[in-house]
């Protein structure tokens, strides 16, 4: 079945310094999406990637979606305390099934004062 | 806040009972959906309704029995669980149209603990 690696597992960062989490598929993707789950909580959407080599950007948080789109990455720059949390990639494939959207391990963000 | 709402928040219970957990949205999403999360892990695909019709079922063990009465409802019903199952369990709905690849939105989750 499909699957969607992610790394790394954990990333401990002092605060203002940056953090990167990738993706990476075997096969082609229809389209990627980011989720950030805070301690205790639940899953919040973060954004959707359709298209081949897209790059969007929301405040700190800067998006990409690899030109075979079968890769994608978040980057969040001068992490602050409020960014700890698991952040998941979540992906379909190519398939179109819009049912089946299968996470990544996701990567826990710790973020030092 | 959350516009799906999950029923109950915490649930303990014994391996021969039989208890629901509760899910409902209001915002006209055809698509409705259980995860299951455990400590540490992502949330893994449990059920897919859309259109109120089990679209899919991810090899999951009969003691766990969705049930969609309407497009606004999805119950999971649970019955001779084991400690195993213990986890997080996530609704999520979205509009659900073929061609919709939108997000997820998801509650707040029912912690179950299976004694």
């Known amino acids: 079945g499909q699957q969607v690696m992610q790394i790394p597992q954990y990333q401990h960062v002092q605060e203002g310094e940056d953090f990167t989490t990738y993706c990476n598929s075997s096969?082609?993707?229809?389209?990627i999406q980011w989720y950030k789950q805070r301690p205790g909580g639940h899953p919040v959407f973060l954004i959707q990637?359709?298209?081949?080599?897209e790059v969007k950007k929301q405040k700190r948080l800067t998006f990409q979606f690899g030109e075979a789109k079968k890769n994608s990455s978040l980057h969040i720059t001068a992490t602050q305390t409020t960014d700890v949390g698991t952040y998941f990639c979540?992906?379909?494939?190519?398939?179109?099934?819009?049912?089946?959207?299968?996470f990544g391990q996701g990567t826990t963000l710790q973020v030092k004062p | 806040d959350t516009e799906v709402t999950q029923t109950p928040k915490h649930l303990v219970m014994g391996m021969t009972n039989k208890k629901s957990l509760k899910c409902e949205q209001h915002?006209?999403?055809?698509?409705m959906y259980w995860y299951k999360q455990k400590a540490k892990k992502p949330p893994e695909l449990m059920f897919v309704y859309s259109y109120e019709k089990l679209s899919i079922n991810e090899s999951v063990p009969s003691r766990f029995s969705p049930e969609c009465p309407n497009s606004s409802l999805l119950n999971l019903h649970l019955h001779a669980l084991q400690p195993e199952d213990s986890a997080l369990y996530l609704c999520a709905s979205n509009k659900g149209r073929r061609s919709d690849t939108g997000e997820l939105f998801f509650g707040e989750g029912s912690r179950l603990t299976v004694l």
């Open positions: 096969t082609t993707l229809s389209n």
């Open positions: 979540a992906a379909r494939g190519r398939s179109g099934n819009t049912g089946k959207l299968i």
């Open positions: 990637l359709v298209k081949s080599g």
């Open positions: 915002m006209g999403h055809r698509a």
